[in-house]
């Protein structure tokens, strides 16, 4: 059974910074590939970042510059780094695995206002 613990999500100031963190279990991390997805009411889900099981890492252009993902596969945690944070930035955000199956968590909100 796989599993996903996300945390770091709140409401922060535009300008801020949040650092999202996931948790993965039920999968061999090492061999998957990573990524966070979002969704903002209304619009439809966009995957914003990913990173590889190499370390490769790929942004939409809303985010680049300001978000980085990374991974610990010692600790089987995949992260967000979320700087500059805008109003536009404000959705649920969706951890995410892809390999021999693709898998999501529940999501964690993030909200950008002042």
């Known amino acids: 059974q796989v599993q996903f613990v996300e945390s770091g999500g709140g409401l922060v100031q535009p300008g801020g910074s949040l650092r999202l963190s996931c948790v993965v279990s039920g999968i061999i991390f090492r061999t998957y590939a990573m990524g966070w997805y979002r969704q903002a009411p209304g619009k439809q889900r966009e995957l914003v970042a990913t990173i590889s099981s190499g370390g490769n890492t790929n942004y939409i252009e809303p985010v680049k510059g300001r978000f980085t993902i990374s991974r610990d596969n010692a600790k089987n945690t995949v992260f967000l780094q979320m700087n500059s944070l805008k109003p536009e930035d404000t959705a649920v955000y969706y951890c995410?695995?892809?390999?021999?199956?693709?898998?999501w968590g529940q999501g964690t909100q993030v909200t950008v206002s002042s």
């Open positions: 995410a695995a892809f390999g021999r199956a693709n898998y």
